[in-house]
């Protein structure tokens, strides 16, 4: 039901808001004033971090792979100024925190430890297991070892409070890491809570055939018992009520168990909506057609609400206001939403044999949206640099980009750098369309001449090999 169309705008709208207000991870500053011990610390804290980075490239696997390296904190780190500066600084001064003896036995120490095995055993899962294992790797591996200890104190200005200093900016910096990384947990919460309101609203939407024509048997059970009454009111035209999809609809299996609850209701939440509605639907060309028709069979009384859905409902300003007040969500989602609707009706006018659409077509677009945004945040510096790089300078200032732009670019190249089964094609053309939904008038023409120049430049230096 959700397709990759729509979980692709919500991670883009996502994308938006997360960058306008993200967190940023920094290493902490040179503690003032620079006391002796505060600068003993402090040199202690930045040789710490590189031993870190120079583990990481030191842990190898069967075939050269390096898990370490390519963990989430640990890459943050490197790409830190300080610790470039840091590592260049150790390297010509022959840092003893840098000799290839101690790189070795710590390596050695931590493939043989409990905190990498468990990391290797379940994998780079997410950002606060990258952050758990150096944790644990500092804590457990890297302070208690002697020869580390024997390191501090050859360093100037040593002193056990100064080692203490160090520990607790290193604590600082793991907690800096893990509140930044917050700020991506708290996103992707709000990913999934705008998905399954998408999803709600695809059941709002069935529910409101059943609870309009619900509605509308009332009102004619309401006219027998009129005091004064005609033939008509006596004799009404049942033709709507008793509408087959409506009751197919309504004894379906897998609708029933989405809405068993009974929590959602259009007429117990908002009646004043429905009967507005059913007005409008009831003086429809739509509905007075499908009642002076000679007859009706299963397959009109479908098309009856397929075009009353796409001609009358949809469309309809009530509705639209209706569906604010409900979530903030719902009203950007009500296009892409219908044509499922409409999609489902048609599959109970075909006799399918589940035709109320599950949430997701499989695992794969039940992962994407995380997925497409984890990469997005992962890899922005590195997709924005491709950016950059092809971006023609005589034409267009790179730090005056509209934002949404740089958004809609970075997120298509992490689909198409990290999706290798979706075609680069498809989703060159998905975020054109996206840009001239979301984006300026000259947007869609930026994004496709950026997008063709990077995915070029990505196939010439064999960084992109898929179709």
């Avoid at 002193?159 to 800096?176: I, K, P, Q, Y």
């Avoid at 009332?218 to 409506?246: C, I, Q």
Wanted: hydrophobic share 40%.
């Amino acid at each position: 039901m959700i397709n990759r169309v729509l979980i692709r705008i919500k991670v883009v709208q996502l994308l938006y808001s997360y960058l306008l207000t993200e967190k940023l991870f920094t290493l902490e500053s040179q503690p003032t004033p620079p006391t002796k011990e505060k600068r003993f610390a402090y040199k202690l804290y930045l040789d710490m971090l590189v031993l870190m980075t120079r583990l990481a490239d030191n842990v190898e696997q069967r075939g050269g792979h390096r898990p370490l390296a390519d963990n989430r904190f640990i890459r943050t780190v490197q790409a830190d100024e300080k610790i470039k500066s840091q590592q260049a600084k150790n390297r010509l001064e022959a840092s003893p925190f840098d000799s290839p003896m101690l790189i070795n036995s710590l390596s050695a120490a931590i493939k043989e430890s409990a905190p990498y095995k468990t990391y290797i055993k379940n994998g780079s899962v997410d950002m606060a297991g990258d952050l758990k294992v150096w944790r644990e790797i500092f804590t457990l591996i890297i302070m208690p070892s002697p020869t580390i200890n024997n390191l501090f104190e050859q360093v100037p200005n040593f002193s056990l409070r100064g080692v203490e200093r160090m520990r607790d900016l290193m604590e600082a910096t793991f907690v800096n890491f893990s509140s930044s990384q917050d700020h991506v947990a708290d996103a992707l919460k709000t990913l999934n809570f705008s998905l399954e309101k998408a999803r709600e609203l695809y059941y709002r939407m069935l529910q409101l055939a059943i609870e309009l024509t619900v509605q509308q048997e009332r009102n004619l059970d309401a006219a027998r018992h009129k005091y004064v009454v005609t033939d008509r009111d006596l004799n009404p035209n049942l033709r709507f009520v008793e509408n087959e999809f409506v009751r197919v609809l309504s004894e379906d299996f897998d609708y029933n168990e989405y809405t068993r609850s009974g929590k959602n209701s259009w007429l117990a939440e908002n009646p004043v909506l429905v009967n507005s509605l059913l007005k409008t639907v009831t003086t429809s060309d739509v509905y007075l057609d499908y009642m002076n028709a000679p007859e009706t069979d299963f397959r009109a009384d479908c098309e009856l609400w397929r075009n009353l859905f796409r001609y009358v409902i949809f469309p309809d300003p009530d509705l639209s206001e209706g569906l604010e007040d409900k979530s903030v969500f719902w009203n950007d989602d009500l296009d892409i939403i219908g044509t499922f609707v409409l999609k489902t009706i048609r599959r109970f006018e075909e006799n399918e044999e589940h035709p109320v659409l599950p949430m997701y077509k499989d695992d794969e677009d039940a992962r994407f949206g995380r997925e497409l945004f984890n990469a997005v945040v992962r890899h922005k510096d590195e997709y924005r640099t491709i950016i950059d790089s092809v971006l023609n300078k005589d034409s267009w200032d790179a730090d005056r980009l509209a934002f949404m732009d740089v958004v809609l670019l970075l997120t298509a190249l992490a689909e198409i750098l990290c999706f290798p089964k979706i075609p680069v094609n498809v989703t060159i053309n998905e975020y054109i369309e996206l840009a001239k939904a979301y984006s300026t008038p000259k947007s869609s023409f930026f994004i496709n001449g950026i997008l063709g120049a990077a995915v070029s430049s990505l196939r010439q230096n064999g960084t992109l090999v898929k179709a």
